[in-house]
């Protein structure tokens, strides 16, 4: 695919699609890695001499002007980042950010105010499209966070451009994740967490003739346990998935694919901070209790699978690691990842703030920006954000 390098931007204004939907704390940006992520592409245009007008939602004010949702915050901590100014659009659309635009000069840089004050963004409306589209002689998608969302601004206004490609981020995401699906080096191990198989089940049957083994940790493990009549207390489960939880390990046996489920556990009384803990083995759960992590000897082997695997993917954590007491099992699994020499794929926004929480951000071979795009790219999905720029 056609990169924002194969393009002419020389004085022309450039559309760039980016995902600045960061978490926001008393008005300011509390976690920039996604801003950090778009700065190559935005660099680019501006060393060479284009006009960089950058367009995003944040949150999800729902069609409304809500200004707890304003790109203001954004706009300061990019300006500070490129080092130059960054102008704020009153609008997305409308004459007044017309005039803002058409006024630029090459180097200049404006940030569209939040896409999702208008409602027609995410109905992909026709008209709306084209008001952004009359923003730009060029576009350029550079927002993998939505590329599996076909909205206005990743879909609907691509047609109107002949010139147009992806944006160094959403190139680097595709060769990347596109790798693991095509070439991974062997051994491929998949650790997948989080709350529900249902988020993980397409993936799971997508890597089965491509991975060698599976960990599962998180809420999910106790579905998997459970279909195999393993006591699971008053852990969480999705009742109705535990049919496809059994035909899913069928089917991984069938294939020769190892899925590794925890053999003890982290306890707790309750799913809060301060609750009574204690270590228990997979045959021998409570009935009064819950689980709230994986236990350290599941850690340890989860660690050496990643020890003696050369690619690993990592999407969900193994537990409730927001509450320090519940985190220790993501940690050891975030400190083996940094550890290893292989390829290592961390996607999701619960994965990566482990990451980041362990301070191993900088130890992985790639971190994904795109939790929900990164899965649906996994399950085999064609991205409408991607597919919008095919012809480039």
Aim: a neutral charge; glycine letters at 10%; hydrophobic letters at 45%.
């Amino acid at each position: 695919m056609r990169t924002v390098r194969d393009l002419d931007v020389a004085g022309k204004r450039v559309f760039v699609r980016v995902d600045f939907n960061v978490p926001l704390k008393n008005g300011t940006v509390t976690d920039a890695t996604r801003i950090e992520a778009a700065l190559p592409t935005i660099r680019h245009i501006l060393d060479q001499g284009g006009k960089a007008v950058l367009a995003s939602h944040l949150g999800r004010p729902k069609g409304q002007r809500k200004p707890e949702y304003s790109l203001q915050p954004v706009a300061d901590e990019l300006a500070r980042r490129l080092g130059k100014p960054v102008t704020l659009a009153g609008d997305c659309v409308g004459g007044a950010t017309e005039q803002l635009v058409n006024a630029m000069q090459p180097g200049d840089v404006v940030l569209l105010e939040n896409l999702r004050f208008h409602a027609e963004e995410e109905k992909n409306d026709a008209g709306f499209a084209a008001q952004l589209a009359r923003l730009a002689d060029v576009y350029v998608d550079d927002a993998f966070g939505a590329a599996h969302r076909a909205h206005a601004s990743t879909e609907g206004m691509v047609r109107h451009f002949k010139s147009k490609a992806a944006g160094l981020l959403l190139a680097r995401e595709l060769e990347v994740l596109g790798k693991l699906l095509e070439a991974p080096e062997k051994p491929f191990l998949s650790i997948l967490g989080g709350a529900k198989v249902s988020d993980k089940i397409a993936v799971i049957e997508h890597l089965l003739d491509r991975v060698q083994a599976f960990v599962i940790g998180g809420a999910m493990a106790y579905t998997f346990l459970k279909a195999q009549g393993k006591p699971i207390g008053r852990s969480l489960v999705e009742a109705d998935r535990l049919d496809l939880a059994r035909e899913t390990l069928a089917r991984a046996a069938k294939a020769g694919v190892a899925v590794h489920l925890p053999v003890d556990h982290l306890a707790a009384d309750k799913p809060e901070a301060g609750a009574t803990t204690r270590v228990v083995s997979a045959d021998d759960f409570p009935p009064d209790m819950l689980g709230v992590d994986i236990g350290p000897e599941t850690a340890a082997r989860y660690a050496a699978e990643i020890g003696r695997s050369r690619t690993i993917l990592w999407n969900g954590p193994m537990g409730i690691f927001e509450i320090d007491a519940f985190a220790q099992g993501t940690m050891r699994i975030a400190e083996a990842l940094a550890a290893s020499t292989g390829t290592t794929v961390v996607g999701g926004g619960d994965s990566v703030a482990a990451l980041g929480r362990a301070g191993k951000l900088d130890k992985v071979t790639h971190v994904s920006t795109g939790g929900g795009a990164s899965l649906e790219f996994l399950e085999g999905k064609v991205l409408p954000g991607v597919r919008a720029l095919e012809d480039a």
